[in-house]
Protein backbone atom coordinates (compact mmCIF):
# COMPACT_ATOMS: atom_id res chain seq x y z
CA UNK A 1 0.00 0.00 0.00
CA UNK A 2 2.99 2.83 0.83
CA UNK A 3 3.93 1.34 -2.74
CA UNK A 4 0.91 2.82 -4.30
CA UNK A 5 1.06 5.99 -2.39
CA UNK A 6 4.38 7.06 -3.79
CA UNK A 7 3.41 6.35 -6.83
CA UNK A 8 0.59 8.66 -6.63
CA UNK A 9 2.49 11.37 -5.56
CA UNK A 10 5.11 10.54 -8.53
CA UNK A 11 2.64 10.41 -10.69
CA UNK A 12 1.10 14.34 -10.14
CA UNK A 13 2.69 16.45 -12.56
CA UNK A 14 2.26 20.18 -11.77
CA UNK A 15 1.60 22.72 -14.32
CA UNK A 16 4.69 24.86 -12.99
CA UNK A 17 7.68 24.96 -14.76
CA UNK A 18 10.17 22.98 -12.25
CA UNK A 19 12.74 25.42 -12.55
CA UNK A 20 10.22 28.26 -10.78
CA UNK A 21 10.56 28.02 -7.22
CA UNK A 22 7.64 28.18 -4.56
CA UNK A 23 9.50 31.52 -3.23
CA UNK A 24 8.90 32.94 -7.01
CA UNK A 25 5.51 32.09 -7.17
CA UNK A 26 4.90 33.86 -3.75
CA UNK A 27 6.79 36.92 -5.47
CA UNK A 28 4.61 37.12 -8.34
CA UNK A 29 1.36 36.65 -6.36
CA UNK A 30 2.29 39.46 -4.36
CA UNK A 31 2.98 41.63 -7.09
CA UNK A 32 -0.08 40.66 -8.66
CA UNK A 33 -2.37 41.41 -5.46
CA UNK A 34 -0.24 44.91 -5.30
CA UNK A 35 -0.88 45.66 -8.61
CA UNK A 36 -4.94 44.29 -8.46
CA UNK A 37 -5.01 47.07 -5.03
CA UNK A 38 -3.48 50.15 -6.90
CA UNK A 39 -6.39 49.50 -9.54
CA UNK A 40 -9.12 49.44 -7.45
CA UNK A 41 -7.66 52.00 -5.27
CA UNK A 42 -7.30 54.07 -8.61
CA UNK A 43 -11.26 53.27 -9.56
CA UNK A 44 -12.30 54.40 -6.05
CA UNK A 45 -10.44 57.72 -6.80
CA UNK A 46 -11.65 58.35 -10.33
CA UNK A 47 -15.55 57.72 -8.51
CA UNK A 48 -14.98 60.27 -6.52
CA UNK A 49 -13.57 62.67 -9.09
CA UNK A 50 -16.45 61.76 -11.39
CA UNK A 51 -18.84 62.88 -8.16
CA UNK A 52 -16.76 66.39 -8.00
CA UNK A 53 -17.25 66.75 -11.07
CA UNK A 54 -20.69 66.47 -11.16
CA UNK A 55 -21.05 68.01 -8.34
CA UNK A 56 -19.09 71.24 -9.19
CA UNK A 57 -21.12 71.53 -12.48
CA UNK A 58 -24.20 71.73 -10.91
CA UNK A 59 -23.14 74.32 -8.33
CA UNK A 60 -21.88 76.13 -11.44
CA UNK A 61 -24.74 75.95 -13.23
CA UNK A 62 -26.99 77.34 -10.39
CA UNK A 63 -24.71 79.99 -9.64
CA UNK A 64 -25.18 81.20 -12.96
CA UNK A 65 -28.73 81.03 -12.31
CA UNK A 66 -28.16 82.91 -9.45
CA UNK A 67 -26.07 85.80 -10.47
CA UNK A 68 -28.58 86.47 -12.81
CA UNK A 69 -31.68 87.12 -10.49
CA UNK A 70 -28.89 88.42 -8.18
CA UNK A 71 -28.42 91.33 -10.59
CA UNK A 72 -32.04 92.45 -11.28
CA UNK A 73 -32.68 95.43 -8.67
CA UNK A 74 -34.83 94.32 -5.32
CA UNK A 75 -37.65 96.38 -6.67
CA UNK A 76 -37.64 94.95 -10.06
CA UNK A 77 -37.99 91.66 -8.55
CA UNK A 78 -41.18 89.35 -8.95
CA UNK A 79 -42.36 87.27 -6.19
CA UNK A 80 -41.35 84.35 -8.22
CA UNK A 81 -37.44 85.98 -8.90
CA UNK A 82 -36.84 85.85 -4.84
CA UNK A 83 -38.74 82.30 -4.46
CA UNK A 84 -36.84 81.28 -7.06
CA UNK A 85 -33.63 83.09 -5.64
CA UNK A 86 -33.82 81.66 -2.29
CA UNK A 87 -34.36 78.14 -3.77
CA UNK A 88 -30.87 78.05 -5.83
CA UNK A 89 -29.33 79.32 -2.56
CA UNK A 90 -30.73 76.29 -0.55
CA UNK A 91 -29.18 73.53 -3.49
CA UNK A 92 -26.66 75.38 -3.57
CA UNK A 93 -25.85 75.06 0.01
CA UNK A 94 -26.88 71.59 0.01
CA UNK A 95 -24.38 70.83 -2.76
CA UNK A 96 -21.62 72.19 -1.38
CA UNK A 97 -22.56 70.61 1.95
CA UNK A 98 -22.75 67.12 -0.07
CA UNK A 99 -19.45 68.06 -1.75
CA UNK A 100 -17.82 68.65 1.88
CA UNK A 101 -18.74 65.07 2.51
CA UNK A 102 -17.57 63.89 -0.38
CA UNK A 103 -13.86 65.58 0.26
CA UNK A 104 -14.06 64.35 3.67
CA UNK A 105 -14.58 60.74 2.47
CA UNK A 106 -12.02 61.24 0.25
CA UNK A 107 -9.49 61.76 2.83
CA UNK A 108 -10.46 59.30 5.29
CA UNK A 109 -10.10 56.71 2.15
CA UNK A 110 -6.30 58.18 1.86
CA UNK A 111 -5.37 57.62 5.47
CA UNK A 112 -7.08 54.33 5.38
CA UNK A 113 -5.16 53.03 2.37
CA UNK A 114 -1.97 54.60 4.07
CA UNK A 115 -2.78 52.60 7.20
CA UNK A 116 -3.15 49.35 5.61
CA UNK A 117 -0.15 50.06 3.64
CA UNK A 118 2.02 50.11 6.69
CA UNK A 119 -0.35 47.11 8.33
CA UNK A 120 0.63 44.98 5.05
CA UNK A 121 4.49 46.00 5.05
CA UNK A 122 4.73 45.22 8.55
CA UNK A 123 3.16 41.84 7.94
CA UNK A 124 5.24 41.22 5.03
CA UNK A 125 8.69 42.78 5.36
CA UNK A 126 9.93 39.45 7.41
CA UNK A 127 8.21 36.98 5.31
CA UNK A 128 9.74 38.68 2.12
CA UNK A 129 13.26 39.61 3.85
CA UNK A 130 14.43 36.16 3.87
CA UNK A 131 13.19 35.42 0.04
CA UNK A 132 14.04 38.62 -1.32
CA UNK A 133 15.81 40.33 0.90
CA UNK A 134 15.15 44.32 1.99
CA UNK A 135 16.58 45.88 -1.17
CA UNK A 136 14.73 43.27 -3.47
CA UNK A 137 11.48 44.54 -1.93
CA UNK A 138 12.22 48.15 -1.65
CA UNK A 139 13.12 47.87 -5.52
CA UNK A 140 9.96 45.96 -6.12
CA UNK A 141 8.00 48.54 -4.93
CA UNK A 142 9.99 51.12 -6.93
CA UNK A 143 9.23 48.99 -10.52
CA UNK A 144 5.06 49.08 -9.73
CA UNK A 145 5.27 52.30 -9.02
CA UNK A 146 6.96 53.43 -12.52
CA UNK A 147 4.26 50.65 -14.45
CA UNK A 148 1.68 52.41 -13.78
CA UNK A 149 0.57 55.98 -14.87
CA UNK A 150 1.30 58.52 -11.83
CA UNK A 151 -2.28 59.77 -10.41
CA UNK A 152 -3.39 63.60 -11.43
CA UNK A 153 -2.81 66.21 -8.26
CA UNK A 154 -5.83 65.68 -8.02
CA UNK A 155 -5.16 62.62 -5.70
CA UNK A 156 -2.85 64.21 -4.00
CA UNK A 157 -4.23 67.26 -2.45
CA UNK A 158 -5.67 67.45 0.88
CA UNK A 159 -9.62 67.74 1.42
CA UNK A 160 -8.86 71.73 1.92
CA UNK A 161 -6.60 72.02 -1.13
CA UNK A 162 -9.27 70.21 -3.00
CA UNK A 163 -12.57 72.13 -1.45
CA UNK A 164 -10.56 75.04 -3.17
CA UNK A 165 -10.09 74.30 -6.03
CA UNK A 166 -13.05 72.86 -6.84
CA UNK A 167 -13.44 71.91 -10.87
CA UNK A 168 -11.02 74.77 -11.91
CA UNK A 169 -11.73 78.43 -12.66
CA UNK A 170 -15.53 78.21 -13.58
CA UNK A 171 -16.74 77.57 -10.12
CA UNK A 172 -15.75 79.19 -6.86
CA UNK A 173 -17.74 77.93 -4.09
CA UNK A 174 -15.53 80.06 -1.57
Not at 21 to 48: A, C, Q
Not at 57 to 85: A, C, F, H, Y
Amino acid sequence: MDGANEKSVEDVISMADSSVKLEDIEGELFKIERLRNILVRRESELRYMMDDIQLCNEITRLKRELQKLVSIPDQDKSRDDKTRQEELLQQISKLVETRDFLVDDVEFERLREREEDREMAAFLQPRFQSILGTKGVLQDQKVVSKSLPTPAPFITKTGLTLLKDCCGFTCSIM
